[in-house]
T-cell receptor, first 111, second 114 residues
Framework: DAGITQSPRHKVTETGTPVTLRCHQT?????MYWYRQDPGHGLRLIHY???????DKGEVSDGYSVSRSKTEDFLLTLESATSSQTSVYFC??????????FGQGTRLTVV | QQQVKQSPQSLIVQKGGISIINCAYE??????FPWYQQFPGKGPALLIA?????SEKKEGRFTISFNKSAKQFSLHIMDSQPGDSATYFC?????????????FGAGTRLTVKP
């Protein structure tokens, strides 16, 4: 899986609690992304990073924040989880403009 | 609204047959069109991609056909095999990755029957 590790792989949390998902890469790629995957919507970009401490919003960024303090780690935080954030979350890394590699995903359930 | 519309939602094909999945896009600035393959429990994996300077690109049994005037592109899987059973996503963006405008279709679940 192109040196991408997502953790945790599965998580159940309660509405209103904060949740942090981690993406770790061993490839030293500059660009990293967080997507969510929902039936009927394909994948939608939440946030992306183009370097340490450089991040930008994606298509569905409301309710999410990210941080990247090291090249290898990109964290996605749900400040106060809601049921609408139940989804499968994928991290991706990109070595060039023409290619991206996805992690195995994190299945998050908010009850 | 979904900027990339994909059809059909599901497709059943016999082994050896041709699988065809279609996508249509709205943004005429899109110039990079990848297809992804995803197996259950795995992340999507890039299968093949095309840029609008060509009308067709072939890699093994997989072919992308691109119609710029109609704003449509399609994936053809020749000699479909049971191992091709997966969900396929089309996508479109301006200038590939490294920006925030990659848009994905909703996906097509392909089942190839032996």
């Amino acid at each position: 899986d192109a040196g991408i590790t997502q953790s945790p792989r599965h998580k159940v949390t309660e509405t209103g609690t904060p949740v942090t998902l981690r993406c770790h890469q061993t490839e030293n790629h500059r660009y990293m992304y967080w997507y969510r995957q929902d039936p009927g919507h394909g994948l939608r970009l939440i946030h992306y990073s183009y370097g340490v401490k450089d991040t930008d919003k994606g298509e569905v960024s409301d309710g999410y924040s990210v941080s990247r303090s090291k090249t290898e780690d990109f964290l996605l935080t749900l400040e106060s989880a809601t049921s609408s954030q139940t989804s499968v979350y994928f991290c991706a890394i990109s070595p060039t403009t023409d290619r991206a590699f996805f992690g195995q995903g994190t299945r998050l359930t908010v009850v | 609204q979904q900027q990339v519309k994909q059809s059909p939602q599901s497709l059943i094909v016999q082994k050896g047959g041709i699988s065809i999945i279609n996508c249509a896009y709205e943004n005429t600035a899109f110039d990079y069109f990848p297809w992804y393959q995803q197996f259950p429990g795995k992340g999507p994996a890039l299968l093949i991609a095309i840029r609008p300077d060509v009308s067709e690109k072939k890699e093994g049994r997989f072919t992308i056909s691109f119609n710029k005037s109609a704003k449509q592109f399609s994936l053809h899987i020749m000699d479909s095999q049971p191992g091709d059973s997966a969900t396929y996503f089309c996508a479109a963006s301006t200038s590939g990755y490294n920006n925030n405008d990659m848009r994905f279709g909703a996906g097509t679940r392909l089942t190839v029957k032996p």
